[in-house]
């Protein structure tokens, strides 16, 4: 069976039925709870955990293998969980009032689909995402290629910000008005694993894979490492074409992923730094110990599986402006005076709610982690149509735009044509960038497009669209 008929039939299959794969499953729960613990540079920081751990375990399975999982949901909150990155069922996708009702608190959640690409994905709440994702809920997804590229260790490292209040602890603030208008929640403590200043230790001549998340709900990490011969060889999960050196600082947004191939050639300290914003922080270090090895010639990435093929001569096309936020030049979401007071009524009651800030084609698409089917489709395309998706950004700020359910090929960026035509499930804006994007819209239902910067999607930066089965 070919994979395009594969992922359809598993798209109109109940996500029970998967007879055409035959790796194993092996069902687990996965528990959201309250927990006390060492993160962030703090003793005892209480956050909220998958498994009591901050991040999340490291989910690993083989391509083509079942994910088998319940949520079992210990919060005071509601939540779900959205699988970043992964082709699946719209059903899986964890949006609460879309795809799923949201999981209250003591109940559980069976998701259950096939992992049909290798790469490095992630997993986090869908529902009330600037809190929940801040305080601790997120992990990492890892999906094995079917050949992996040499290696002696394959480390993943989640990174993360933390805003802390003077006492130490998560500034309760979320959703203020400052944050949504502008570049979201950031915070001043950054960590790796939970950690500040995590030291890896390694031996000269090893050769490592790093896979590096964005999980913090904002920050845009600009990332550089000296003195390592160190290779890019996948993006947001997808394996690039050829290995290409990594020189200077690689941008990172929210939601997104980059492998690296990293040779401990040289002895002694090597830090990982971020410069985004003023300033540079040391995110960890690799420590290589023994003699100075030699060079060795560069890595291969592994092997791409084809993904659909948008096809550009028959795809709808569609175009998406976004407006807003602070500065803006085309003024604010318009709101009547009683939706505005009613919404400043419930915001000092301490309903955990944004105030609309940000449009896409003219309109602020508002609790969007919360009652999408309050929404209309900004467009609909048939089962296999390709859509070709311009991004306008008429703001004067950064968007990690997300596509959910689906890879895209990036076409172009400011009207230059990108030749390779790179694979992403999310792309970084500057702010006045035009972007061109195409992707073969595969799976019936219903599936959100929207900036990754948490605030930013709250405040109204987020649409959906439907595939019709
Ligand atoms: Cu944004």
Redesign the pocket.
């Known amino acids: 069976m070919k994979r395009r008929e594969l992922l359809q039939t598993l798209a109109c299959a109940p996500a029970l039925a998967v007879p055409h794969l035959a790796a194993a499953v092996t069902p687990r729960t996965l528990t959201a709870a309250p927990a006390t613990l060492a993160a962030a540079g703090q003793a005892s920081l209480p956050v909220w955990a998958y498994d009591g751990q901050v991040p999340g375990p490291v989910l690993r399975y083989k391509r083509g293998a079942v994910l088998d999982l319940t949520l079992h949901n210990q919060l005071p909150d509601p939540s779900t969980i959205h699988w970043h990155g992964i082709r699946l069922p719209n059903a899986m996708d964890g949006v609460p009032g879309l795809t799923q009702a949201p999981v209250a608190p003591g109940e559980r959640f069976p998701y259950r689909f096939a992992l049909p690409d290798a790469g490095t994905y992630w997993y986090h709440p869908h529902w009330g995402t600037p809190e929940q994702v801040e305080r601790g809920l997120a992990g990492a997804l890892i999906v094995e290629d079917d050949v992996p590229p040499p290696v002696d260790l394959d480390l993943v490292w989640l990174l993360d910000d933390w805003r802390l209040d003077a006492n130490g602890r998560i500034a309760e603030n979320f959703y203020n008005f400052h944050d949504v208008a502008h570049a979201?929640r950031l915070g001043q403590r950054v960590t790796v694993n939970g950690k500040v200043d995590l030291v890896q230790a390694l031996q000269s001549g090893q050769r490592i894979r790093l896979r590096l998340i964005n999980a913090a709900n904002a920050r845009i990490f600009a990332l550089s490492l000296e003195g390592l011969d160190a290779w890019l060889i996948a993006r947001d999960g997808i394996p690039a074409a050829t290995a290409v050196p990594w020189e200077g600082e690689l941008l990172l947004g929210p939601g997104m992923r980059t492998d690296f191939i990293i040779d401990a050639s040289k002895p002694g300290r090597h830090v990982l730094k971020d410069s985004y914003g003023r300033g540079e922080r040391a995110l960890a270090t690799l420590e290589v110990s023994g003699k100075a090895s030699g060079a060795r010639p560069a890595p291969q990435p592994a092997q791409r599986e084809p993904l659909p093929e948008p096809d550009l001569a028959r795809a709808l096309e569609q175009r998406m402006l976004?407006g807003g936020?602070a500065m803006s030049r085309d003024g604010w979401p318009q709101e009547s005076t009683a939706e505005r007071e009613a919404r400043r009524q419930r915001q000092i009651q301490g309903a955990r709610e944004a105030s609309p800030v940000?449009t896409i084609n003219g309109q602020a698409h508002m609790s969007h982690d919360r009652e999408h089917a309050a929404h209309a489709s900004e467009f609909r395309v048939p089962r296999g149509g390709s859509v070709r998706l311009t991004f306008e950004n008429n703001?004067a700020?950064?968007?990690?735009?997300h596509l959910h359910g689906h890879h895209f090929r990036v076409l172009s960026r400011n009207g230059a044509a990108l030749p390779e035509r790179p694979w992403r499930d999310t792309v970084l804006m500057a702010p006045r960038d035009r972007v061109e994007v195409a992707f073969v819209a595969e799976n019936p239902g219903y599936w959100l497009i929207h900036?990754?910067?948490l605030e930013?999607?709250a405040g109204g930066?987020g649409t959906m669209f439907e595939v019709q089965g």
């Open positions: 979201g976004l936020g940000w703001t700020w950064w968007h990690p735009m900036c990754h910067v930013h999607h930066l």
